[in-house]
């Protein structure tokens, strides 16, 4: 690989572009905001998101964001019948991998959903961080696995789950063996299947509220599912992704006028 290769895939790495693509020649039409760079550090990083581009005005301005720290204290239980339970509907699929530069995600062939509110989101992606980005009771966990669902209706639902020390955790392990590493790449394997139900607890009581997305444009039409039991991977798992993404987590946002819902039965598998 010549030495502008390896240049470009360092920078590539470190979330920039490789030829200037300023931040000014984007925020003059839509189309060049999207494609705006941000990362987690410096002045692409997380308090710098909404000046950015006017696309990412969210992320400075609203006032439901997301993620938040969790005070089980001051969970609600949830009063209406629909909301009580989340179905879990997960089909196995071909592993489908790519890393953005952002994250590791898991792309996910059409017929897996979620129903809550009777409502359908379908599975469209997971992916991860490092830390973990809600917080609960003021304490953060190892990673954070975040699964992205999306209605008819373009509604978002995201279900997270906590990743901490422990166990190895083999349904994690094939597709860490499979991992992208460098930005950009995308893996995918026709006889490689897995199941993103194998990577959720089997006590599936949650915490819910409205919130947004954690990365750019912060869009504010996602209704949160966290649960409430982390489950575990090993510290050389969490290695194998730190070395990649050192720091992806967006910092805890302000609760201001929300309230989070905590679901009675325990939902499980
Ligand atoms: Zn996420």
């Known amino acids: 690989m010549s030495d502008t290769l390896n240049r470009r895939r360092l920078l590539k790495l470190l979330g920039m572009t490789a030829l200037g693509t300023s931040v000014s020649s984007c925020v003059t039409s839509p189309a060049a ?7 987690y550090i410096g002045k692409q990083g997380p308090e710098y998101w909404g000046k950015l581009s006017p696309d990412f005005q969210l992320c400075y301005v609203g006032k439901r964001q997301t993620p ?13 019948k629909n909301q009580e339970s989340l179905i879990v509907k997960y089909q196995p699929t071909p592993l489908n991998l790519v890393n953005n530069g952002k994250t590791i995600q898991i792309n ?9 509110e009777r409502q359908v989101y379908h599975l469209l992606q997971f992916h991860f961080h490092h830390p973990s980005e809600h917080h609960i009771n003021g304490e953060e966990y190892d990673m954070e696995l975040h699964f992205v669902h999306r209605s008819q209706a373009g509604n978002l639902a995201v279900v997270g789950v906590f990743l901490k020390a422990g166990e190895f955790n083999p349904n994690l392990q094939t597709i860490w063996d499979a991992i992208p590493q460098t930005s950009g790449e995308e893996n995918q394997f026709k006889d490689t299947i897995i199941n993103a139900s194998s990577l959720l607890p089997a006590e599936r009581r949650f915490l819910t509220y409205s919130g947004s997305l954690t990365t750019p444009p912060c869009s504010e039409n996602v209704t949160w599912y966290i649960m409430e039991t982390s489950i575990e991977v090993s510290s050389e798992q969490i290695a194998k992704f730190t070395q990649l993404f050192p720091d992806n987590a967006r910092p805890i946002q302000a609760l201001n006028e929300r309230t989070v819902f905590e679901s009675a039965n325990a939902n499980k598998a």
């Not at 996910?108 to 809550?116: A, K, L, W």
Request: aromatic share 10%; glycine share 6%.
């Open 108 to 116: 996910y062939q059409p017929g897996s959903f979620i129903e809550s």
């Open 68 to 80: 938040i720290d969790l005070q089980t204290a001051s969970v609600k239980s949830i009063d209406n």
């Open 33 to 39: 905001a999207a494609k705006t760079n941000w990362g």
